[in-house]
């Protein structure tokens, strides 16, 4: 599978993470997993097993997503679902009923079909939050299946809720606990884990208090949805008379290694307790806006000096098209076109940031990183620079074809193509499995 060095020729080079570097003419050296070396093109006689011309392109790290669902993917096209209100009939009508339905087939595939799609999008590390409620053993397990086939990196959980009973509830812990601890164990650099909750409307005191516990004592973070509508904070209110994040808190759910996904609807006193636990939000621009339910406050959360990242949520696995939608949707937000774009387009270093702390060496192009590289077809027609990088990012390289997706090292995808999976072959068996799953609509 593995090519044991590869060069990459001629190219200009955005490092990200936090050197955010412009190298132009340079050349990346590959060895095994890692990158060996970067240095000026033409300056050493560098031999190499494979070498790639990179003449007329740009290399990036591959993008990270920290808020996904594998399983919609399966949502694709499905038109038996009544039309919905609010964010809660959402659930009710379509992600509610989708869940119930999946065998381990159906996430499988659906977690193929994802994850395909992230290669070609260039996105090469993923943090998932899954739900199953009536295949729920093992069914992390059979994630881990597709994302080790498919060569990518993914951060898994299961979505603990009671909203099927407590005995529902107790499995999802039980495959929580199962998973981190066989990530620990196993402890490599593809497949980590988070203890999932699904919301604060849909977990009880007593779920609560258990997976706190468990997920504790395996030193896990939560991976959690926080007051992504306003009926959340609505309903803790009413019943347990605190705030969404106040409740996390009580409960030993909020850290450094907990991700809280949209807190849309978070107050100033909320904000203060993320940033005094140093917890991470995943903002969902695109998921916020189809759902009609607000805009996160990435000027805010900035300001307070939070560690927010940006998640699709599902909407897409494409991180260039998000990252322009949460840019327009702050733009509207603030009513205000010239706000937020640096405070936007940091969400890239701060992903490289979220996901350090699950995963080694990632997010940045530097010499002993790991090998996670992506090509995009990308010739200027204006001076491309450092300090317009993130311009051309939003208005120019979002619009190019991803051509190379580098992971570990292995090249996933060269030239458009994908090197280790047959794609179609995928589809058609994902075609057949999500019509029988549709079937039970
Ligand atoms: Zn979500």
């Given at each position: 599978m593995k090519t044991k060095t590869i060069l990459i020729k001629n190219s200009i080079i955005?490092?990200?993470?936090?050197?955010k570097k412009l190298l132009k003419g340079y050349d990346i050296l590959i060895e095994d997993s890692k990158i060996k070396k970067i240095f000026k093109s033409a300056s050493k006689n560098i031999k190499a097993d494979k070498i790639i011309n990179a003449e007329d392109k740009l290399i990036m790290p591959g993008f990270i997503n920290v808020h996904m669902h594998?399983?919609?993917?399966?949502?694709?096209?499905?038109?038996?679902i009544n039309s919905s209100k609010d964010f809660v009939e959402v659930l009710n009508n379509l992600w509610w009923r989708l869940d119930k339905k999946l065998d381990y087939d159906a996430i499988y595939y659906s977690s193929m079909a994802a994850l395909i799609q992230a290669i070609k999008k260039g996105t090469t590390t993923l943090i998932d939050h899954h739900a199953s409620p009536f295949s729920i053993r093992g069914s992390l397990f059979e994630i881990e299946k597709a994302v080790r086939r498919c060569g990518l990196r993914a951060c898994l959980c299961y979505e603990v809720s009671d909203r099927d009973g407590e005995k529902k509830a107790l499995e999802g812990i039980k495959e929580n606990y199962e998973f981190i601890k066989y990530s620990n164990e196993k402890n490599d650099n593809f497949i980590k884990s988070l203890f999932g909750l699904h919301a604060s409307f849909t977990v009880s005191n007593k779920t609560l208090e258990i997976a706190s516990d468990i997920g504790n004592s395996l030193n896990s973070g939560f991976h959690v949805h926080c007051a992504e509508a306003v009926s959340d904070q609505i309903d803790c209110q009413k019943k347990?008379?605190?705030r969404v994040v106040e409740r996390f808190e009580k409960f030993s759910?909020?850290?450094?290694k907990s991700i809280l996904a949209h807190?849309?609807?978070?107050n100033e006193k909320e904000k203060e307790i993320l940033r005094r636990t140093q917890t991470q939000i995943a903002v969902n621009s695109q998921s916020n806006a189809n759902n009609a339910v607000g805009i996160s406050d990435i000027i805010g959360f900035s300001k307070k000096e939070i560690l927010y990242g940006l998640g699709t949520d599902a909407m897409t696995v494409n991180m260039m098209e998000e990252i322009r939608a949460a840019l327009w949707l702050c733009h509207l937000k603030n009513s205000n076109?010239?706000?937020g774009f640096p405070e936007v387009t940091k969400t890239l270093e701060n992903n490289a940031k979220i996901a350090s702390k699950y995963f080694e060496k990632i997010g940045e192009i530097k010499?002993?990183?790991?090998?996670d590289i992506i090509i995009v077809d990308y010739i200027p027609t204006t001076p491309l620079k450092e300090d317009n990088f993130m311009g051309h990012l939003i208005f120019g390289i979002s619009q190019s074809n991803i051509d190379t997706t580098i992971v570990n090292g292995n090249i996933l995808m060269e030239k458009g193509k994908?090197?280790?999976?047959?794609e179609k072959e995928v589809a058609r068996k994902s075609q057949e499995t999500a019509k029988k799953i549709w079937n039970r609509f």
């Open positions: 955005f490092t990200g993470g936090s050197s594998f399983y919609s993917s399966f949502a694709r096209g499905l038109n038996k347990h008379k605190m759910i909020l850290g450094e807190c849309v609807h978070i076109p010239s706000v010499e002993g990183n790991f090998a994908l090197n280790f999976i047959d």
